[in-house]
């Protein structure tokens, strides 16, 4: 957890409120050792599905963080080679399981570095919940409660939803973020990389940073909201009568989220704030001590880790990811086929294009059939234009726009681009190509275009050619499929 506090905004929270049946189970006064937590006796059908999170697999992660910080300068700060390998360790771990894995350069870090994003390929594209910690530690030590604990709840939960695969109402987004130790940077990057339609997908983010504290409390971010229900649910249901988690306010990852209007919550176990006799009445532990007595110094390594307070956090984590995201039916997706008379041998229509673009010219034959689209080809300075208005309809699980182009020119050069073909959805460009991409026959292009769920946009190709030497950008076989 970031040291310096930030002003915090207001979460606005869109779940529905939920009732969870729960039968709570009576609080303990023994300070936070290692034991099995009993998962609650009476549940809705949906909380009893969600999995036990093992946690001797958790500390298996937590292990392998402090073994890496061991190998590389005793830290894993971001920008690090400790850090690199953390990220490499998760990486592998979630492209075994199946999980679409991407990093995310943040250039603006003071530490340059990635983020790690991870998406489970199931649910509407267009209803993600979001669950996120930071990767990174402080260079005074291995960073182990703060903050492979959270890093590793995370990645054993998204080991464990591979596994089950079960049906998603829900997409869900695990992310593991980069120089948050620095000021928040990795998450701040991702947020602002967000366009206003993808930030209306996001549900919901939950962040969870030092969750094992030794001397650890139960603090749940913005615990009285809608978006926390599910997370305070499960830990009403142990008798452990969470708190608000003032300490941490705009100190995580979940602050620029929540200043972007999307809804935040999350768990956290207590930095360097000290445990009143009040929270040791409820939860035990040492009053006027510290949450973690090595936050930011060398000790916080596995030694420094409650397993108790852990396998709570590690479990609530299930728990609300089932309640928000898995059910029993398959999501409502009316898909198909969007483009329409994408192989041009209807006509022109649905498409509006430039005087003469569609065209069964035998100079350049179509991929298949007699007619093709053809931009440009005339050596002269000129744009011209294709475009069709399409709706792409919510709640799929993918998106995906393709089609055939062959790129043919006179162009001599091996480093200018001269003329230019640009491809665009709604007002964002998917891809530019030039005379430098030439080929001698059709090559398929294929894009991911989730982040259009539920939009009726334009599909547009723009051609501009210089005064000499023509560039012909021929397209064939356009196909926009939802599924």
Known sequence: MRGRTLSAGIALAVFAGMTVPLVAQPATASPPTATTVTRPIAASAAALAAPDISITNVQAHLTQFNAIATSNGGNRRAGSAGYTASLNYVKTRLQSAGYTVSEQYCSSCRYPSNNLIAEWPGGPADQVVM??????????????????????????????????????????????????????????????SLSATQRGYLKGYYNFDMVGSTNGGYFINRVTSTTAAPLKAYWDSLGLQPEENVEGQGRSDDYYFQQAGIPTSGYAAGASARKTSAQVAKWGGTANSAYDPCYHRSCDTTANVSATVLNRAADGVAYALWQLA????????????????????SGSTPWTSSSGVITNASAQPART????????????????????????????????????LHIDTAET????????????????TLATYSNLNRASGYVQRSFSVAGFAGQTVTLRFTGTEDSSLQ???VIDDVTLVAS
């Not at 120089?179 to 940077?185: A, F």
């Not at 898995?326 to 329409?340: D, E």
């Not at 001269?418 to 665009?424: C, I, P, S, W």
Request: charged share 10%; glycine share 16%.
């Open 131 to 192: 669950f996120g910690a930071h990767l990174d530690g402080v260079a005074a030590g291995p960073g182990i409660n703060d903050n492979a604990t959270g890093s590793s709840t995370l990645l054993e939960n998204a080991l464990v939803l591979a596994a089950q695969n079960p049906t998603m109402t829900k997409r869900v987004r695990f992310a593991w973020w980069t120089d948050e130790e620095q000021g928040l940077n990795g998450s701040r990057f991702y947020v602002n």
């Open 326 to 345: 898995v059910g029993g039916g398959t999501p409502t997706c009316t898909g198909g086929q969007v483009v329409a008379n994408g192989g041009f041998e």
């Open 369 to 404: 059939g007699s007619y093709k689209a053809w931009l440009n080809g005339n050596g002269s300075s000129g744009t011209e234009s294709l475009t069709q208005s399409v709706t792409l309809p919510a709640g799929c699980a993918s998106y995906t726009l393709s089609f055939w």
């Open 413 to 428: 050069t091996g480093s200018t681009a001269y003329d230019r073909l640009t491809v665009q959805l709604g007002s964002t």
């Open 471 to 473: 560039t012909s950008f």
